[in-house]
């Protein structure tokens, strides 16, 4: 068990309002995981792919209600309602803990309690961050085992420190109506009820990294960030770091894992992380990154060796394949999948006659950041790698041009607080509406965007040596809604622009909105792409983004008083110049 008493008497308090059959302290270590295999091989919740042509993987169909995040039962418990803000749902923790409670009270009789001790970041780093996250379901066990560095280490660490984000979860019946995912920033502490999709039930990833995370980071004068980290290594071997916050499902993975095109050769992409990044001030004024995952808990269909070489190449062995679909020889399949023919769809049918997607749009990948070809050896320092350019970004088939720099870190603020996209198949609700989704933290922040915002216009007060700022957009497209931009490994070109810009060796035109690259200092050799296209995709429309600032206005409204100053002033100062 435990040494230490908070954590022993926490999880005896939740045996006791659970009830479960038998507590298991996870350890993490190989013959553990083949125990929790073989069971759920038994009950049926996993199955066994293809050894020869997939070896150790396996396919686990979810309950068909219970396939992706639910926002509208995601709840922020803050004593203050003002505290959560209009980006949350909220209530009261008191009633939170009893609504929960109530789901917990005796729903894991039966079943066995599994402790896991988890360490979110590299084990030994200053910058990582502990929890324990409690479940009745051996599923989550495994992934966890994938997603975070889990078990004895975790534990010591956790004895040493002594403190750590508490994670409650339970599957409970799967029923959409007693659906609940809580969170008690303030007791750093979380409760899960009803669901075992990822993002619901992972604690470790979304609750406690993200929500959890971002709360206690205003706290501690850090950022818990949606983002990606890449490191991008120049032919004469010179890397530079990038952090990239896009909405889910909009390419991050693929944008995380590039291959450079030829036409790129000498250049290399090395992955740092995919969805997370914990941000920390160096001495030195620098921000200093780590993942604070260490697997990939990605989106199966599309994956391909045109979209990401890399990620195709990775879930080919020791992969947890979540509602894709199967072919006759027991392999994966999804829509996008260059072999093999579906004869089993996500919800187990036959597919003969069948409409309909095979794999569900929101079918996942959980595989070790490990088996990533292109892992930077830098991930697990404990020191973090130094950012370069934060680069916020969105799915817009038109406004947004390919690429921007901000003005200043108060405008990149600003550029990210007004960050929109159109919604994907990673939330449930209507797909392809535009929704503004600040820093892609949208269902994320774990307290008022207002004070998030105050948080981050905060770091420049701090230090002089911030990274630049960027937005980009892969996905304008034209009125016959063909793409502009040719994307995938090209957009290796916009981050050589961006990495230009830092470097001071990157010209830009300046226009209202940032700076914009000149269209000799876009590198597009080799490019199939006309000069009006260009044009198009490196110019803005005045009178769209006088609507687009008007919008942002708005926007940043609704958040009331509490709303910094600083950004309604950025806002006011572009918008005058569009006039
Ligand atoms: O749906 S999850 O939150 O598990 C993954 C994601 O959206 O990035
Ligand atoms: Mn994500």
């Not at 996250?133 to 420190?161: F, K, Q, W």
């Amino acid at each position: 068990m435990t040494s230490n008493t908070s954590l022993k008497q926490w999880v005896e308090e939740c045996a006791k309002l659970t009830q479960p059959n038998s507590v298991h302290w996870c350890t993490g270590n190989e013959a553990e995981n083949n125990e929790l295999v073989e069971l759920m091989l038994k009950d049926g919740s996993l199955t066994k792919l293809n050894e020869k042509t997939f070896p150790n993987c396996y396919l686990h169909l979810s309950d068909q209600q219970d396939v992706a995040r639910v926002e509208h039962l995601t709840f922020i418990c803050t004593s203050a309602e003002d505290d959560a803000g209009p980006n949350n749902h909220w209530m009261d923790p008191g009633a939170g803990h009893e609504k929960m409670d109530g789901l917990f009270d005796g729903c894991m009789k039966g079943r066995t309690m599994y402790v896991i001790p988890y360490c979110m970041g590299p084990i030994d780093s200053p910058l990582a961050r502990c929890g324990v996250e409690i479940t009745d379901s051996p599923y989550v066990v495994a992934n966890m085992r994938i997603m975070t560095r889990m078990g004895s280490d975790a534990l010591a660490r956790i004895e040493r420190d002594g403190t750590f984000v508490r994670g409650l979860h339970s599957t409970g019946e799967l029923d959409p109506d007693r659906r609940f995912i809580m969170h008690f920033p303030e007791e750093l502490s979380i409760k899960s009820f009803g669901s075992g999709y990822g993002g619901n039930a992972l604690l470790g990833k979304k609750c406690h990294a993200l929500r959890i995370a971002s709360y206690q980071a205003r706290q501690e004068g850090w950022l818990a960030e949606h983002m990606l980290i890449l490191g991008l290594e120049s032919p004469q071997g010179e890397t530079h770091y990038i952090a990239a916050a896009f909405p889910s499902a909009c390419g991050k993975t693929n944008l995380a894992m590039m291959v450079p095109p030829e036409s790129q050769a000498g250049w290399k992409i090395w992955t740092v992380g995919d969805d997370i990044a914990w941000l920390h001030m160096g001495d030195d004024g620098k921000l200093y990154a780590i993942n604070p995952e260490a697997g990939y808990f990605g989106v199966v269909p599309g994956t391909s060796p045109k979209t990401n070489p890399h990620a195709f190449n990775m879930i080919q062995k020791d992969t947890i394949f979540t509602n894709v679909a199967k072919t006759d020889s027991n392999e994966p399949w999804w829509e996008g999948c260059p072999d093999g023919t579906a004869t089993q769809n996500w919800k187990g049918d036959s597919i003969n006659g069948k409409r309909g997607p095979a794999a569900h749009p929101n079918s996942r990948f959980t595989v070790s950041a490990k088996n990533n070809p292109a892992y930077s050896p830098m991930a697990d320092d404990p020191r973090g790698v130094p950012i370069s350019a934060i680069v916020f970004g969105g799915r817009r088939r038109e406004t947004a041009p390919l690429v921007y720099e901000a003005k200043s870190w108060e405008h990149g603020v600003l550029v990210g607080a007004g960050m929109a996209s159109e919604t994907t198949a990673a939330a449930t609700g209507a797909v392809g509406v535009v929704r503004r989704d600040p820093m892609a933290m949208k269902p994320f922040c774990g307290y008022n965007f207002a004070d998030y915002w105050g948080h981050w216009l905060s770091m420049s007060d701090r230090s002089n040596a911030l990274p630049k700022m960027f937005h980009v957009n892969w996905f304008r497209q034209d009125s016959d809604d063909n793409f502009l931009w040719p994307g995938f490994g090209e957009n290796l070109r916009v981050l050589r622009w961006i990495i230009g810009r830092c470097k001071n060796e990157a010209d830009a035109v300046e226009t209202p909105i940032g700076f914009l690259p000149t269209k000799d200092s876009l590198d597009t050799e080799g490019l199939d792409i006309s000069p009006d296209v260009l044009d198009e995709l490196l110019s803005i429309d005045a009178g769209q983004w006088r609507d687009e600032m008007s919008a942002i206005g708005e926007y940043l409204d609704s958040y009331g008083e509490r709303l910094p100053a600083e950004l309604k002033e950025q806002q006011q100062a572009i918008s005058a110049l569009l006039k």
